[in-house]
């Protein structure tokens, strides 16, 4: 009896104490990267070059697929039920690739993972890209940081750093993708003019 009686006194406390671990916290959101189409140029030096874009690096911290702001240089945190539809890296690649694509500088253009010869190749830091809420002030940011490397001599052949600003509509997720989608939007054009 005395066991019994432990038993269903565990067994309640056990529900009690987690029953917040076992609420639903809501659906996830995913949301991807869409850079607006970048128009194809008229001639460059490049045009019967290949390129292989490398998978970004992070500067500061590990990203993934987490939705991150921060209200301080040291506070950060992630959208819980938020989230990109891949990890962000693979994300700037692909859009980089698309709109390097798109722009025909290049006779082709390759991830990182193809085992084709390429001419260049480009390298890509990520400096930041989080969503930044400072008192009344809610914005995107995204720094980044290409350099082109000649693979026949393993020589930079340039480098520069892009960094884009944009406010946000709303203060949640949602209005830091959309942000987030014109600060793409904005470095795909401008990495075309940089490049040709």
């Not at 659906?27 to 292989?52: C, F």
């Not at 991830?111 to 995107?140: K, N």
């Not at 720094?143 to 000649?150: A, G, P």
Request: aromatic share 14%; net charge positive; glycine share 4%.
């Amino acid at each position: 009896m005395n066991f019994e009686v432990k038993y269903v006194a565990w067994l309640l406390a056990f529900f009690l104490l987690s029953g917040c671990s076992f609420k639903d916290s809501g659906p996830i959101t995913e949301y991807t990267l869409l850079a607006k189409p970048v128009s194809p140029v008229s001639s460059s030096r490049y045009r019967n070059k290949a390129i292989k874009v490398s998978y970004p690096d992070a500067l500061k911290e590990k990203l993934s697929r987490d939705i991150n702001y921060s209200y301080s240089l040291s506070d950060r945190g992630a959208y819980q039920n938020s989230e990109w539809s891949n990890a962000v890296p693979r994300l700037i690649q692909g859009s980089v690739i698309e709109a390097l694509d798109q722009s025909r500088i290049f006779k082709g253009v390759l991830p990182f993972s193809s085992t084709a010869y390429e001419d260049y190749r480009l390298e890509s830091t990520i400096y930041d890209f989080s969503h930044h809420i400072r008192g009344e002030e809610s914005y995107a940011i995204l720094s980044i940081r290409f350099t082109l490397i000649d693979t026949s001599t393993g020589r930079m052949t340039k480098t520069r750093k892009f960094f884009y600003k944009e406010y946000t509509k709303t203060v949640d997720a949602r209005g830091f993708v959309d942000a987030a989608n014109i600060a793409m939007s904005k470095l795909a054009r401008d990495l075309v003019n940089w490049l040709r």
